[in-house]
């Protein structure tokens, strides 16, 4: 499965990785077109950002569903979702244009120098 859309990380997972069995995916989606025009109110261009988040997620969100996957988490603000996925389902949404990139999710670690 090689694509440039997915992760070196995720990639070295999915081959170590059972096909048959769920892993968290972390999906990217391209920079939705904010339909707010200039002029407008900070709290008017969050809602308008968030409503352009929603139309495309919501197109992948049947993808995922359509698929078998579980769809377990959006943000809006950068534009990502999570989504319990098999290989294949990782394979098949990353032929999906408004999927900009896939990779596994990420632990936040503190900061050890403070």
Partial sequence: MANNKLSPKLTEALQNFNPEGPL???LELQEP???ASAGTGRAEQ????KEAFSKGADAVAGQILSLGGEVTGQAWINNTMRARLTKKMV???SEVPH????????QLQADASE
Wanted: charged share 25%; proline share 10%.
């Fill in 24 to 26: 968290d995916v972390v």
């Fill in 33 to 35: 077109v904010p339909v």
């Fill in 46 to 49: 969050i809602a308008a950002r």
């Fill in 91 to 93: 394979s098949a949404l």
């Fill in 99 to 106: 999927v900009k990139a896939l990779d596994l999710p990420r």
